[in-house]
């Protein structure tokens, strides 16, 4: 029974290792695929799914989701599904703000005070100049 | 005694089939999830409103230091999940130096972020009020810090006057960190979403 309970350990601590390569793995192509050559919505996508991927990883080996009673997933079904009607909120508001530029232009423009919004030092400044070019991509 | 108050610290609830201990950390982390999800989703809402300064903004954050911090989580996951699987082994010994390994690490990863970011960003007069990408980075990775403040607190306590319970009680101590091992990886899993979304995007 020992014996047994041993190489059971044993077991997981290969896994945990495996799992440890493969998220290291994972942080290196997240950080290469942000310098190549691709369109915003391709980038964010190829970030999303290696971090999908690098989560998954965590939550089924080190949090032993995989040899989880079924109980527990009816807790996370719920949050997961509360955590997607938070992800597509945004996605509501921002078509509501297409009918309202104001609100967008509210959204832009007001947050831009302190250093930045007055020159400020250079990295400040070069934000500020930054986020007055977003206020009027988005405006428009 | 103690056991009459709080029934299943140890044995599985036969309704739930896990130990009072486990479930409550795992709602405890749904709320975690529902906490940062607004957070995420208040990142989406004001990157569409702004999004030439949102992609501006990003290259100031040094992604050596971000890169460095995750890999710095992910060791520190691998110790804790080691940690638990030690008391499996019965070795209390083995345990304590994983958890030390894990408390140096999430110590290290407080200094990296307070030292060459914060600071820095203040020294150049960066501020939550700069403008929306930085009020929303301060908010998420100092929101995201201080769990790693929590996460000390906890590994600290069991690593020094909690282990004691060892003693007593071995299986009650193991599901205790098991559970410190839940939230743990959840501030890691957290951490892996904030790098690229943050540093990378």
Redesign the interface.
């Known amino acids: 029974m020992d014996a047994a309970?041993?190489v059971d350990?044993k077991a997981?601590?290969r896994k945990?290792?495996i799992?440890?390569a493969a998220?290291?793995v994972g942080?290196i192509l997240?950080?290469a695929a942000?310098q190549i050559d691709a369109t915003?919505t391709q980038?964010?996508l190829i970030?999303?799914f290696?971090?999908i991927c690098?989560?998954s990883l965590?939550?089924a080996?080190?949090?032993h989701l995989i040899s989880e009673?079924?109980?527990?997933f009816s807790?996370?079904i719920?949050?997961v599904v509360?955590?997607g009607v938070?992800?597509s909120?945004?996605?509501m508001?921002?078509d509501e703000?297409a009918g309202h530029p104001q609100i967008?232009m509210h959204?832009?423009a007001a947050?831009?005070?302190?250093?930045?919004a007055h020159g400020?030092?250079?990295?400040?400044g070069?934000?500020?100049?930054?986020?007055?070019?977003?206020?009027?991509?988005?405006g428009h | 005694m103690s056991h009459e108050l709080l029934p299943y610290t140890v044995k599985p609830h036969p309704i739930t089939a896990m130990y009072s201990g486990k479930l409550g950390t795992w709602l405890f982390l749904a709320s975690e999830v529902m906490l940062f999800g607004a957070l995420f989703s208040t990142y989406i809402l004001l990157r569409v409103a702004n999004p030439v300064a949102f992609s501006h903004a990003n290259t100031h954050l040094n992604i050596t230091v971000g890169a460095i911090n995750t890999f710095v989580l992910i060791i520190s996951s691998v110790t804790m999940v080691m940690a638990w699987a030690a008391l499996h082994e019965k070795n209390l010994g083995k345990c304590r130096m994983l958890l030390g390994v894990t408390l140096a690490c999430a110590l290290f990863f407080l200094v990296v972020k307070l030292v060459f970011e914060y600071k820095v960003k203040w020294d150049h007069g960066t501020f939550p009020s700069t403008n929306p990408f930085f009020a929303i980075y301060f908010t998420m990775t100092g929101l995201h810090a201080l769990h790693i403040i929590g996460g000390i607190v906890v590994i600290g306590y069991f690593l020094g006057p909690g282990s004691k319970l060892y003693a007593t009680n071995p299986e009650y101590y193991a599901n205790r960190i098991e559970c410190t091992g839940l939230y743990w990886h959840f501030v890691d899993i957290v951490w892996i979403f904030l790098f690229p979304v943050l540093y990378l995007l």
Do not use: C, N, W
């Open positions: 309970h041993h350990i997981h601590l945990y290792y799992v440890f998220l290291a942080t997240t950080v942000s915003p980038h964010v970030a999303l290696i971090a690098k989560a965590v939550g080996y080190f949090m009673r079924k109980a527990l807790i996370l719920l949050t509360l955590f938070l992800m909120l945004p996605t508001t921002h703000m967008q959204l832009t947050p831009l005070t302190g250093e930045a400020g030092t250079a990295t400040g070069a934000h500020g100049a930054a986020a007055t070019d977003g206020a009027h991509g988005g």
